[in-house]
């Protein structure tokens, strides 16, 4: 079974950065996709960033341009750099990961961003 540790959460000011990393029980190159997915109470599970095994990334228009997903092969982590947090970045953050037929979630990690 694949575990996904997420950590790097917490509590930020506005215009503040965190950086999450995802580390995997597995090389994070077996998987087709690995992403972050945020959520807020009363609110479905939205994706935040993702990368594909060449490395491609995409991202969602809300956080195009502050956020920056990579990964590591050899650490088999995943991470998410965050720059210029607003407060409705506020959300408790999932590490996800795809190979065929299986999906994996993390426990998830929260970040508060307020002054």
């Known amino acids: 079974q694949v575990q996904l540790v997420e950590s790097g959460g917490g509590l930020v000011q506005p215009g503040g950065s965190l950086k999450f990393s995802c580390a995997a029980s597995e090389s994070v190159f077996s998987f087709y996709y690995m992403g972050w997915y945020r959520q807020v109470p009363g609110k479905e599970r939205e994706l935040v960033a993702r990368?594909?095994?060449?490395?491609?990334?995409n991202y969602a228009s809300s956080v195009e341009g502050r956020f920056t997903i990579s990964k590591d092969n050899a650490q088999k982590t995943l991470y998410l750099q965050m720059n210029n947090l607003k407060p409705e970045d506020t959300a408790v953050y999932y590490c996800n990961a795809i190979r065929t037929g299986m999906v994996y979630w993390g426990k998830g990690t929260l970040v508060t961003v307020s002054s």
């Open positions: 990368i594909t095994r060449d490395a491609n990334t």
